[in-house]
T-cell receptor, first 116, second 117 residues
Framework: SQTIHQWPATLVQPVGSPLSLECTVE??????LYWYRQAAGRGLQLLFY??????ISSEVPQNLSASRPQDRQFILSSKKLLLSDSGFYLC???????????????FGAGSRLTVL | AQKITQTQPGMFVQEKEAVTLDCTYD???????LFWYKQPSSGEMIFLIY??????QNATEGRYSLNFQKARKSANLVISASQLGDSAMYFC??????????????FGSGTRLQVQP
């Protein structure tokens, strides 16, 4: 089964500083990978997804970018953070093959970002 | 329009009682999947149960069951014999877009369940 590792767990950054959140996957090859953001007390918003190395799709125009330099590595970045980037960021993955509907999305433990 | 609607921001239930968390969805796809996740205060997302659009029987996983009413586009989660550890946020989610390879889930806004002793 698949395990998602995500770090750092907590981050406090000033406005205008860069950001790098890293996610790695264990137990699966060629997974689909996702970055979600959760504002306080809200649901999850999909930011980016990737179906393979170098393949990134953006769901929401924003200040953030994503990259997938290796099959099991997914990185969320920003060159200059905004106050509105604060939130809880979750990396998730799913198996690439099998029944369309039944692939469970497995999540990492999350990264809590506070921009001051 | 909202793809996933959870109309109960918060729910209370007594320990050992059953509770139903509501979820309605909106899709024009014939093939889709419905999921429920639990998020404790630690923030991790824990998968609970899955229902496929073509599944004729309601899904069950231990104390969790999914009351799937396709014509009404509802997929309510039923938790039987509530325990204190069930206190958490619960999210309903849907996967659609079979041929796009995207396979992402769209989430509702969640229901906060509090189990009282």
């Amino acid at each position: 089964s698949q395990t998602i590792h995500q770090w750092p767990a907590t981050l406090v950054q000033p406005v205008g500083s860069p950001l790098s959140l890293e996610c790695t996957v264990e137990g699966t090859s060629n997974p689909n990978l996702y970055w979600y953001r959760q504002a306080a007390g809200r649901g999850l918003q999909l930011l980016f997804y990737s179906v393979g190395i170098g393949q990134i799709s953006s769901e929401v125009p924003q200040n953030l970018s994503a990259s997938r330099p290796q099959d099991r590595q997914f990185i969320l970045s920003s060159k200059k953070l905004l106050l509105s980037d604060s939130g809880f960021y979750l990396c998730a993955g799913t198996e690439p093959a099998g029944m369309f509907g039944a692939n469970v999305l497995t999540f990492g433990a999350g990264s809590r970002l506070t921009v001051l | 329009a909202q793809k996933i609607t959870q109309t109960q921001p918060g729910m209370f239930v007594q320990e050992k009682e059953a509770v139903t968390l509501d979820c309605t969805y909106d899709t024009s796809d014939q093939s889709y999947g419905l999921f429920w996740y639990k998020q404790p205060s630690s923030g991790e997302m824990i998968f609970l149960i899955y229902q496929g659009s073509y599944d004729e029987q309601n899904a069950t996983e231990g104390r969790y069951s999914l009351n799937f009413q396709k014509a009404r586009k509802s997929a309510n989660l039923v938790i039987s014999a509530s325990q204190l550890g069930d206190s958490a946020m619960y999210f309903c989610a849907m996967r659609e877009g079979r041929w796009t390879g995207r396979r992402a889930l769209t989430f509702g806004s969640g229901t906060r369940l509090q189990v009282q002793p």
